[in-house]
């Protein structure tokens, strides 16, 4: 089992910039990806970004590439979500996600999610 722990969710005006942070534990040697989906009120959980834990290669949605960039910390368990120019169409819950494999659809390990809000 994967235990994943969000941080670095809050308000900001849109134009803005926050960084979320998300700390994986327990049989993190099953991890493949990790990566953010999304889930804004009234709308279906969608997928934001991942990234190959092994070399690196990251995949953004079409909505976020350009002003959110994924990195990853290996020796610490970490990936961060680094997002610029904030939109108001941004603000949503924000979760965690690992995963055995490459997919954008769903993924094996959740975190229990972070509040995102852009003000106008």
């Known amino acids: 089992q994967v235990h994943l722990v969000e941080s670095g969710g809050g308000l900001v005006q849109a134009g803005g910039s926050l960084r979320l942070s998300c700390a994986a534990s327990?049989?993190?040697?099953?991890?493949?990806?990790m990566g953010w989906f999304r889930q804004a009120p009234g709308k279906e959980r969608e997928f934001v970004a991942f990234i190959i834990l092994s070399g690196g290669r990251t995949y953004y949605a079409d909505s976020v590439k350009g002003r959110f960039t994924i990195s990853r910390d290996n020796a610490k368990n970490t990936v961060y979500l680094q997002m610029n120019s904030l939109k108001p169409e941004d603000t949503a819950v924000y979760y965690c996600a690992a995963d055995r494999v490459v997919r954008t659809t769903a993924a094996n390990y959740w975190g229990q999610g972070t509040q995102v809000t852009v003000s106008s």
């Open positions: 327990g049989r993190t040697e099953t991890m493949y990806t």
